[in-house]
Nanobody, 122 residues
Framework: QVQLRESGGGLVQAGGSLRLSCSASGRIYSSAVVGWFRQAPGKEREFVALRRWKSPSSDYGDSVKGRFTIATDSAENTFYLQMNNLRPEDTAVYYC???????????????WGQGTQVTVPS
């Protein structure tokens, strides 16, 4: 029943920062896992980050580890992706998602937003 909507995408210069938000309508259950994926033109959708909704346990893709941080705000029913030191290779449509399994696998996530574009020119 959860509906998700991403916001905060845009154009940022290499080395800059951007924070994406994912707002949820409807309840995110305490045991849920929230995640971010991205898809660049001509490429498969890839895992970026995940976190337990009510726990700091988190995981990151190798290409973003140390640069991106996933965070949650249960009071606002929102979760975020803080992206620092952005690179041109980070250019993609970013999707937020929720699921019930602590997993990097796309199919384990059952609720998805529509995506928001992030562009980092070279």
């Amino acid at each position: 029943q959860v509906q998700l909507r991403e916001s905060g995408g845009g154009l940022v210069q290499a080395g800059g920062s951007l924070r994406l938000s994912c707002s949820a309508s409807g309840r995110i259950y305490s045991s849920a896992v929230v995640g971010w994926f991205r898809q660049a033109p001509g490429k498969e959708r890839e895992f970026v980050a995940l976190r337990r909704w009510k726990s700091p346990s988190s995981d990151y893709g190798d290409s973003v580890k140390g640069r991106f941080t996933i965070a949650t705000d249960s009071a606002e029913n929102t979760f975020y992706l803080q992206m620092n030191n952005l690179r041109p290779e980070d250019t993609a449509v970013y999707y937020c998602a929720t699921g019930s399994t602590y997993s990097r696998i796309e199919s384990d996530y059952k609720n998805w937003g529509q995506g928001t574009q992030v562009t980092v020119p070279s």
